[in-house]
């Protein structure tokens, strides 16, 4: 490519191309020039946010400059690529994550001192990017930080939305949801124009027979909209590879809007094409774990998925390789059922435009695609309905029932015997409308499909795949137990803890192979280490509870025992039972005599999660944590014994405050229904103890910590289903101190019992479908043992170093690498040194 320039333009280039700052004074030079010319603001004027904005836009400028190179290396050098397609990329602030991967925090910090700010008031400016719900958003974010730390050439593509998941609330201790307009300040996208792609809505389908007799289908007269990319840069950590997540913004073809209509006074008519192109990615969907069908979601997955594949297959065709070459070039990865429709749009593609055989093409799309499934829970497996698909996508349809067409004609040979699998495993459900099954779709376009621990990598294989593992032989189903990067997760969330590693181990390289941690074992017993580490703790406790009384106005004292329940609101995650404990709890101390108060370990129980607009149960859950709080906290004889804290709005920049405090933390889900869980990992990696039960990694995390490390309790997956079928078919046994708190709930004191009542019922009377009362008693005594184990602090102080020191397991970094190499076979290109060409 350099070649074709001549020399002299190539030399004025290479004088003037933009250089990174390296010193304090560079920094501050950026800084300022930023705020006095891009943001036009002075001296005078610059307040946090435009001392945010510069140092942004100064740390912007670096990232660019790498990520232009890395670009360029990969254009130039164009080796396989991945390709990790996700509804959802939870980031969180880029500003402290990009200064810390560039390993100019210090310089940047000292130089914000300089110019009269503090780098924290300055951090605390930036909007969480929040395109995502939960655990499996923010694990695609982890995953980005990985495959750039680790040199893989990866793109992210996703969707621009111009609403993040909602703000919370807590009005009279009811959620309320307000919009999270966050795109007003963003320094970190890029507007890429240029890059627009067209993406056609329903229409319909011409077939015909061309010269040489071959049928050739055209999907016509549809509706375009087009796909503008935004681009954000994606640094590693320690290495100069800055990778990209593209995210498709959804705009009218038409240009802005009808002149026609406008000069003739429809002036709402005018904008409307406008405003229902936008709409595809104005709002992120904001339900975890649950799938509701309705069609602008159907139709933001084909217009992210057309795009990106549109993307994918214009950057091959561009090293002008053979077809077959493909899946040696490029490795996609679903991140969940959400991008399944990027199977038959390959196919479709590779039939219907590129003019390949069915075969050929469909060989191609298997090899190229890799299947992540993230749940067993049934609501939330994708179905569509076959009518709503044949009018937004027809050709798509014909292709789905080709493709499962030809798979049933493979079954039927194979399984002559079993008729009724046919039925089992169509694509096709048989039900009044007709349902496309998103998950079978996607497992018989992939050529890998992998669960998200080891646990649940087997219930898949039990349950909802198992014909699929007897069709296609268990080698196509594989476990990758999920991690986190220990960047945000460590270095950026508990900035002490990971020096006082450092110190031990010499260096920062533990947060790029974490199994180095396991050498802090070697410190368990060294008193310093020990004090450090313990001091710690408390300080991120301290700053928790300023936390806690500033924004909430509630006093908690950071002596006391901190446990922590912060995720989604779900049946399943069983916030209930947490809250039914500590009202339990409550009322054994209000029963105390003065004496054995004296003997009672204090508590604080902290609870945070949204729930889905429109999942009544699980705001009913919140509603009741906040109404224990209110009586709890304002009652003399409980005092500093006992706190509840419903934290409001929690998010990614919130758990970096939140994690680092934790004594405990609740991973206490009904055995076999969460997946994996990733924040049980993240707080014990910042020297927290889980209270779980035996479900998703929790038994991995047990099995690296130590069963003496971990509180389990609860039943186990294997026998889920016997005890909901005993539930309805023999007596149903309440367990009596469950008893006692729903009669305490009943009485009134957390206010009106009837907004309480589905939620008793639904244990009481509709089967206990997530086995609280099985499950009660051995929460309890579970707790009780950690009180007791809490009490002894030295013994405690040492579960905790032991069980950080062996979390190196959990980081995101093995996640990819395995991914890399069971999945998607792609390597690693290392980065030219600084200054290389
Ligand atoms: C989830 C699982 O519920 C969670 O256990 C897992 O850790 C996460 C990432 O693999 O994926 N699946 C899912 O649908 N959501 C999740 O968070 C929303």
Redesign the pocket.
């Known amino acids: 490519v350099e070649a074709s320039i001549p020399e002299p333009q190539r030399a004025a280039w290479k004088k003037f191309s933009a250089s990174e700052f390296k010193t304090k004074d560079e920094f501050e030079a950026e800084v300022v020039r930023h705020i006095e010319t891009t943001l036009a603001r002075s001296l005078f004027n610059c307040d946090e946010a435009a001392a945010y904005a510069g140092t942004a836009l100064a740390f912007r400028d670096r990232l660019v400059i790498e990520w232009n190179r890395t670009q360029q290396q990969h254009t130039y050098a164009d080796p396989k690529r991945v390709y990790y397609l996700s509804l ?1 990329f939870l980031m969180g602030r880029a500003l402290d994550n990009a200064m810390l991967n560039v390993g100019m925090k210090d310089i940047a910090k000292e130089g914000m001192s300089d110019l009269g700010f503090r780098m924290e008031d300055v951090i605390a400016q930036e909007r969480d990017a929040a395109l995502g ?7 695609a974010a982890c995953f980005l930080d990985s495959l750039a730390t680790l040199n893989y050439p990866a793109w992210g593509y996703a969707l621009r939305y111009k609403y993040g998941i909602f703000k919370q609330e807590i009005v009279n201790g009811y959620q309320v949801e307000v919009p999270d307009y966050w795109l007003d300040f963003n320094p970190w996208e890029f507007p890429r124009h240029d890059v627009t792609v067209d993406i056609q809505f329903y229409g319909n389908v011409r077939k015909y027979m061309d010269e040489s007799g071959k049928q050739v289908s055209v999907w016509e007269n549809g509706e375009i909209v087009n796909a503008v990319a935004y681009d954000a840069p994606i640094p590693g950590f320690g290495t100069r590879t800055t990778n990209n997540l593209r995210l498709w913004s959804s705009k009218a073809s038409k240009g802005e809007f009808d002149f026609t209509k406008f000069n003739s006074g429809e002036y709402e008519a005018s904008v409307a094409d406008q405003q229902s192109a936008e709409t595809i990615s104005a709002v992120l969907y904001p339900n ?2 649950l799938e509701r069908g309705k069609e602008l979601r159907l139709k933001q997955q084909y217009f992210w998925c057309a795009a990106s594949l549109f993307d994918i297959v214009r950057r091959f065709k561009k090293s002008k390789k053979a077809w077959k070459e493909f899946p040696n070039q490029v490795a996609i990865q679903l991140n ?1 059922t959400h991008p399944t429709l990027a199977i038959p749009e390959l196919q479709r593609i590779l039939i219907d435009l590129e003019g390949l055989e069915w075969d050929e093409a469909w060989s191609i799309v298997q090899k190229t695609f890799g299947y ?1 499934n ?2 067993v ?1 049934p609501e ?1 497996l994708e179905k569509w309905s076959v009518p709503l698909f044949q009018h937004l996508l027809p050709r798509h349809l014909q292709i789905i029932y080709d493709i499962n067409a030809i798979f049933l004609h493979y079954v039927e040979r194979n399984f002559p015997k079993d008729r009724e699998m046919l039925g089992r495993v169509s694509v096709i459900e048989e039900s009044q409308p007709k349902m496309v099954r998103m998950a079978y779709l996607a497992v018989i376009g992939s050529h890998k499909v992998n669960g ?2 080891e646990l ?1 990598s087997d219930l898949i294989k039990t349950t909802i795949f198992k014909d699929f593992v007897k069709i296609y032989g268990p080698d196509k189903f594989t476990n990758v137990t ?1 991690g986190i990067t220990p960047r945000r997760w460590l270095h950026q969330a508990n900035p002490r803890l990971s020096e006082l590693i450092a110190s031990k181990l010499g260096g920062y390289e533990f947060l790029r192979d974490l199994t180095l941690l396991h050498k802090i074992e070697a410190y368990v017993d060294d008193k310093d280490f020990r004090k450090n580490f313990q001091e710690i703790k408390y300080a991120n406790k301290v700053r928790l509870a300023k936390y806690t009384k500033e924004v909430h106005g509630i006093s908690v004292n950071p002596s006391a025992l901190f446990d922590i329940q912060v995720k ?1 609101m779900h049946e399943y995650k069983r916030q209930q039972l947490n809250i039914f404990g500590v009202i339990h709890r409550y009322l054994e101390i209000k029963a105390m005599s003065p004496e054995d108060r004296k003997k009672v370990q204090p508590r604080v129980s902290f609870f945070g999660g949204k729930a889905a607009p429109g999942y009544w149960m699980a705001k009913t859950v919140i509603h009741l944590i906040c109404q224990v709080g209110e009586v709890v906290n304002n009652d003399k004889d409980i005092g500093d014994l006992l706190k509840v804290v419903f934290l409001e709005d929690y998010n990614v920049s919130k758990a970096e405050i939140i994690v680092p405090a934790s004594d405990i933390s609740e991973h206490i ?1 009904t055995a076999g ?6 924040s049980n990992m993240k707080f014990v990696l910042n020297g927290g103890l889980v209270i779980g039960t035996c479900d ?2 929790n038994i991995e995390i047990t099995r690296e910590v130590g069963e003496d490390n971990i509180f389990l309790f609860g039943v186990l997956s294997e026998d889920v289903e016997d005890l909901r079928h005993a539930h309805f078919y023999s007596e149903f046994n309440l367990d009596p101190m469950l008893s006692h708190v729903f009669e305490t709930i009943r009485s009134g004191i957390f206010g009106d019992a009837g907004q309480f009542s589905a939620l008793v019922n639904s244990i009481v009377e509709h089967g206990d479908y997530y086995l609280v009362s099985d499950d009660f008693k051995s929460y309890i005594d579970t707790h009780k043992l950690i009180d007791e184990a809490y009490k002894d602090q030295e013994t405690w102080l040492t579960k905790t170093i032991t069980s950080v020191s062996r979390m190196g397991f959990f980081s995101s970094d093995r996640c990819i690498d395995e991914y890399a190499e069971m999945i998607w076979n792609v390597e690693p290109l290392t980065p030219p040194k600084q200054n290389g060409a």
Do not use: Y
């Open positions: 959802e719900n939960g655990g499996l958003g923010r694990l975890d774990s969940d992540t993230h749940t829970l939330a998200v621990a649940h999920n989604r889900s229904t969460e997946a994996s869980g990733t998703g990694a």
